[in-house]
């Protein structure tokens, strides 16, 4: 059973904006914190944002003035809003929620 799914990566170039979208069924929406995390290569996983069924928000220092991250409780959806991207945000990018993961969607920054 599919508990989160994410979506809306893809190539961009550097400067470049995406937006993640990471649909929750309703039961994990409502009663949890949402977060990103990302994975480069040969890399571990890290933090990226996350915010509380109350729409209180926090960030990681590398992603911070750049990344928003929203929540849409009409459509159980958690947002991602990626400006300004770097190269080094490539990765693949994970919706979490507890001890449940998404499936994961790449992100690649380059020219």
């Known amino acids: 059973q599919v508990q989160l799914v994410e979506s809306g990566g893809g190539l961009v170039q550097p400067g470049g904006s995406l937006r993640l979208s990471c649909v929750a069924s309703?039961?994990?929406?409502?009663?949890?914190?949402m977060a990103w995390f990302r994975q480069a290569p040969g890399k571990r996983r890290e933090y990226v944002a996350s915010?509380?069924?109350?729409?209180?928000?926090n960030y990681a220092d590398s992603v911070k003035g750049r990344f928003t991250i929203s929540r849409d409780g009409d459509k159980n959806t958690v947002y991602l809003q990626m400006n300004n991207l770097k190269p080094e945000d490539t990765a693949v990018y994970y919706c979490?929620?507890?001890?449940?993961w998404g499936q994961g969607t790449q992100v690649t920054v380059s020219s």
């Open positions: 309703r039961s994990i929406y409502s009663s949890y914190t």
């Open positions: 979490n929620a507890a001890a449940i």
């Open positions: 915010i509380t069924t109350v729409g209180t928000t």
